[in-house]
């Protein structure tokens, strides 16, 4: 049987690691000082990248996993249960930080480069904390679904996991909620995130 579930999580785990290096670029460019345009569109498109973040992986993406993917693989193999606990602890812990980035990004923006750093810094941890989740997810977990789950687990992950729309994966139709989003980041990031001047 093929596991599509585990193509779909794959995927989606590229597209949020491709999504969470940009925002490390932009930080790293920062907004332009000089130009209150583009000052402006820096903030807008860290926001629009937060707000992919909040609402793709933390609203979608982790609840199947949380609900539907990791009981059957502690059930099939319980040896994993230390670690899908840490990642279960992960996945609640995900939307308040996420918003709290939000919330540090307002600060830089509305009261001036003096909250910088915080947002930086909180930022660069986030990111570094959420690739390490993925890659035990993909070293620890699905390895040891893909050999442990039997035909009615894969069936049942696989139809869940098939309504996922992750609006950065080119292979999928594109979700209109998602697409102005994506748009969005893409027409104003400046390049290489995106096509923006």
């Avoid at 820096?42 to 793709?56: Q, T």
């Avoid at 693989?73 to 939307?95: K, S, Y």
Wanted: aromatic share 8%; proline share 6%.
């Amino acid at each position: 049987m093929s596991h599509e579930a585990l193509r779909v999580i794959r995927d989606e785990h590229a597209s949020l690691a491709a999504m969470l290096k940009s925002l490390l670029q932009m930080i790293q460019r920062g907004p332009d000082p000089e130009g209150r345009g583009e000052h402006d569109r820096f903030f807008e498109v860290v926001r629009a990248m937060l707000f992919y973040i909040d609402e793709f992986p933390e609203k979608l993406h982790h609840p199947k996993e949380t609900e539907l993917l990791f009981p059957r693989v502690v059930r099939a193999a319980p040896e994993t249960a230390e670690a899908i606990a840490q990642l279960d602890r992960d996945h609640e812990a995900g939307e308040h930080r996420v918003r709290d980035l939000m919330y540090l990004l307002m600060a830089w923006e509305y009261l001036g480069d003096g909250r910088r750093a915080a947002f930086e810094d909180a930022a660069r941890r986030y990111v570094a904390f959420y690739l390490d989740h993925m890659r035990v997810e993909e070293t620890q977990v699905l390895p040891v679904a893909e050999r442990a789950l039997g035909d009615a687990d894969w069936h049942a992950l696989n139809a869940a996991f098939a309504t996922n729309q992750d609006p950065l994966n080119a292979r999928l139709p594109r979700n209109p909620q998602f697409d102005r989003l994506f748009t969005r980041i893409v027409m104003l990031a400046p390049s290489p995130v995106g096509v923006g001047s």
